[in-house]
């Protein structure tokens, strides 16, 4: 079963990091990433960009593009993880690795589901679908 793993954390706190303070976090965080590789668990992960540079399109028919996400919160999502796990547990287990070197961030784990071209759709389990067309 494929899970994302959602990264949301306080935006200012994680911009007000000096470069060495953000390479040492994302240097422990990739150690981490190595690990599910090697695993054959992570698929892909992507640390999003600020959300001062994001836009929401909203409305009807064509709708209507505003600044910034639309979410009156604390915490931003800033980043995400698709992993192949067996069961939600090896997921949130997974999360726990990332919470361990980021510990201020939260992480929600959630079930997906992928929609890939040229294969039956969907793709809801497993991972022979998926890791065959990610690398093919």
Known sequence: MFYAILAYHVEQTIQSLTPQQDAAL???????NAR??????????????ATA?????????????????????????LGLYVLD?????????????????????????????????GLTFPVTEGGDDFKAAASG
Do not use: W
Request: aromatic share 6%.
């Open 26 to 32: 994302m240097h422990d965080l990739l150690e981490v």
């Open 36 to 49: 599910l590789t090697r695993e054959g668990k992570l698929g892909p992960a992507a640390r999003l960009g």
């Open 53 to 77: 540079d994001a836009v929401t399109l909203r409305g009807p028919g064509d709708g209507i593009v505003i600044d910034g996400p639309f979410a009156e919160t604390k915490e931003q999502l």
């Open 85 to 117: 796990c067996a069961t939600q547990d090896e997921a949130i287990a997974a999360a726990r690795d990332l919470r361990r070197v980021n510990p201020s961030a939260v992480y929600e784990i959630r079930p997906i589901t992928f929609y890939l071209p």
